[in-house]
């Protein structure tokens, strides 16, 4: 959906329902976020702008130092309900395994084409896809789903996850905040700001695999070139 129709989205839900923007924004936020964390049509990104959006409807005449405490706990709220989607995406993966993507069901949450992509950001970037899929919106859920079905620790699965979420909400909230209505620009920069980001680490997971792979190659050739010598030769 292009930003100008999400920015249109945004400021005319918190028209109509003023009441429900202005007494229930948490409540509101956290459970759009984890139905979103559980793969319904609703981009985690515009959820965030929402909430960093509610938080500046809140300011009026009121100078922006003393919103610090509403804001931070916005981006704990996010924060909160972005894990608890994505872990039970994950113990979802966990508990049933790759069979459960053949229901007709889970063929409309992820598609063919879709977990094709998350099987080459494996197969590339290996346990950092779960760090890289929280900027890409399109591999995000079946990307944690796989990681519970290929059985990756829970402690690792929430680090990667954790990393990414530390990164997206805070700067995703405060930017919505800061701008105010310039939603449509905030949303244009965060698309640049991830994209560009996701980029950098796959870059990074790329330049470590191939390091690993050059240094495993480099110990099979010492090993091959200076054999030990056979049990029983003196020296």
């Given at each position: 959906m292009p930003h100008e129709s999400i920015?249109?989205?945004i400021q005319a839900f918190t028209a109509q329902h003023p009441l429900l923007a202005e007494h229930f924004p948490y409540l509101l936020v956290f459970t759009l976020?984890?139905?979103?964390?559980l793969g319904l049509p609703l981009p985690e990104e515009a959820s965030l702008v929402l909430g960093g959006y509610l938080i500046y409807l809140k300011t009026d005449d009121v100078e922006g130092a003393s919103m610090a405490w509403p804001l931070a706990w916005m981006i704990s709220t996010a924060c909160v309900a972005i894990l608890g989607g994505d872990l039970t995406v994950y113990w979802?993966?966990?508990?049933?395994?790759?069979?459960?993507?053949?229901?007709?069901?889970?063929r409309w949450v992820f598609s063919k084409q879709n977990l094709g992509r998350i099987d080459r950001f494996y197969d590339r970037f290996g346990l950092w896809t779960v760090f890289v899929s929280r900027f890409v919106a399109g591999i995000r859920v079946g990307s944690f789903f796989l990681a519970g079905a290929s059985r990756v620790r829970p402690r690792t699965f929430l680090l990667m996850d954790g990393m990414g979420a530390l990164i997206s909400v805070p700067l995703s909230v405060w930017?919505?905040?800061?701008?105010?209505?310039?939603?449509?620009?905030?949303?244009?920069?965060?698309?640049?700001i991830f994209r560009n980001l996701a980029l950098l680490v796959a870059l990074a997971a790329c330049a470590m695999l191939w390091w690993?792979?050059?240094?495993?190659r480099r110990e099979g050739a010492a090993g091959?070139?200076?054999p030990s010598p056979p049990p029983g030769t003196s020296s």
């Open positions: 920015a249109d989205l976020l984890y139905l979103s964390g979802l993966g966990r508990r049933y395994g790759k069979a459960f993507l053949s229901h007709r069901w889970m930017l919505a905040f800061h701008f105010g209505e310039e939603i449509n620009l905030t949303l244009k920069w965060l698309g640049a690993q792979i050059r240094r495993a091959t070139a200076d």
